[in-house]
């Protein structure tokens, strides 16, 4: 066991102090394992920053620098894409390194590539700190950090643990989003900006201080388990695996339904409605802010359609969930154009509902089927179909500011994207229900 440091001191004086009180009462002390979460849950929300700025800036830096919002895009097209792509090797990552290491490193490329923006000049300069330094830094935080941090101090209660990490992205476009809305309205681009690296920035000594790698570092049993479980040692060889494991899963075809309906969930999401709402509504004459707010309200419904869906995929069918959730979302996405003006009315809020809603609903359902059809290896083949997921949101937020630029408005984008839903929805019917199936083998 390892010496224990102040900070891992202070933390459980902390969890010995939190006790019931009264005559006849059993002392409760908190485990460290729910310190070690609520670190992790405003780290990622610390993070989730800058998911909440590229749609608010793509207007002011095309009238500032005169770049078109194709150019503006690709640079959030190369963040996405970063984001999905570094994903499965993040868990090895921190498997090597240590998920401390790891994380401080990554908001520390989050605060560097948003800083730098402020004394950017030319448009390969925004490639490379939006694109490339934040990219790296945010996709080696992605859902394998969640999972890596619920694997290691959770065996009870993994399910709340990992909705609550997992909703913590969508807590942080909640707070972040109507802040940075006002800052650009009525400071310019350049203070959000700033804002985003010192969030990041302060996040880092909370994560150095209090998280730790695994509860062998403190001499503590992960949460819920009966006996002391040893910190294995580092895993060199888990990046090969996860290469291996893609390829062996390539030769199957429900990988490439899964990645294909996936990567359309990420195109009509991040790609498209977090990438391009608020220019779509400022075209519109809707003020930033109101569309900002908007966008935020997904955040707050995201959380709620996520758990719901869950609760659904333990009753009903995953595939067929799939489809319905596609279907109903490329049908709302047809409607859009005809409720975007300059002002909030009630079919437009009742869009950003159903939308939140159905945000980030397919999550649990492709767990389930990439669970059903792949057994041990579906944490390492779901964090290959997440990345996807990222390709496709690449994808469309770079060719949604192309079409943008090409034919004026964005309504072509939005029947693009519609009929893009309805294909994924079909993609999911095609899905075939079998047994689970053996664990890839990796020599």
């Known amino acids: 066991m390892t010496q224990t440091t102040d900070a891992d001191a202070a933390a459980d004086a902390v969890a010995d102090a939190v006790q019931e009180t009264g005559p006849g009462r059993r002392r409760v002390r908190v485990h460290r394992a729910w310190f070690v979460a609520a670190v992790t849950f405003v780290t990622i929300i610390g993070a989730a920053a800058f998911r909440s700025l590229p749609g608010l800036l793509i207007d002011p830096l095309h009238e500032d620098f005169g770049w078109s919002r194709g150019t503006i895009s690709a640079a959030v097209s190369i963040n996405l894409a970063l984001y999905g792509l ?8 921190m498997d090597r390194f240590g998920i401390r290491r790891v994380v401080a490193v990554a908001l520390s490329l989050i605060a560097l590539g948003s800083g730098l923006t402020v004394w950017m000049t030319a448009a390969w300069q925004l490639l490379l700190c939006w694109g490339l330094l934040v990219g790296l830094g945010s996709g080696s935080m992605a859902l394998a950090f969640a999972a890596t941090v619920t694997n290691r101090w959770f065996t009870e209660r993994r399910g709340l643990v990992t909705g609550i990490l997992t909703a913590a992205s969508a807590s942080g476009q909640l707070i972040f989003l109507p802040v940075l809305s006002w800052m ?46 040893p910190k294995p040692e ?62 935020a309200v997904i955040g707050v419904f ?63 359902p492709t767990v389930a089927l990439c669970r059903e059809h792949y057994g041990d290896d579906s944490a390492i083949v779901f964090g290959w179909v997440l990345a996807s997921h990222q390709v496709g949101a690449a994808l469309v937020a770079y060719l949604g500011g192309v079409a943008r630029d090409v034919f004026g408005t964005y309504d072509m984008v939005w029947y693009a994207s519609g009929a893009l839903c309805a294909a994924a929805a079909l993609m999911a019917l095609v899905i075939r229900r079998r047994p689970v199936a053996p664990a890839l083998a990796v020599a």
Request: hydrophobic share 55%; aromatic share 12%.
């Open 86 to 93: 570094t994903a499965p090797f993040a868990a090895a990552l």
């Open 302 to 364: 995201d959380v709620i359609g996520t758990i719901a869906s869950g609760w659904f995929t333990d009753r009903f069918e995953a595939r067929r969930l799939l489809a319905v959730y596609y279907a109903l979302r490329g049908i709302s996405l047809l409607f859009l154009p005809m409720l975007l003006t300059s002002s909030v009315h009630p079919p437009m809020v009742f869009f950003i509902v159903f939308y939140g809603l159905d945000w980030v609903a397919t999550v649990p």
């Open 184 to 229: 650009v309205d009525h400071q310019g681009w350049r203070p959000p900006a700033v804002t985003v690296a010192l969030a990041a920035l302060a996040v880092v000594p909370f994560v150095w201080l209090l998280l730790r790698d695994h509860p062998a570092d403190v001499g503590l049993k992960p949460y819920g388990a009966k006996e002391f479980v």
């Open 234 to 295: 580092p895993v060199p060889g888990a990046a090969r695996r996860a290469v291996t494991v893609l390829f062996k899963a390539a030769r199957t075809g429900p990988f490439w339904l899964l990645a294909g309906t996936f990567a359309i969930c990420g195109a009509s999401t991040n790609g498209l409605i977090q990438t391009h709402f608020i220019p779509a509504a400022h075209d519109e004459h809707m003020p930033v802010q109101a569309a900002a707010s908007l966008l």
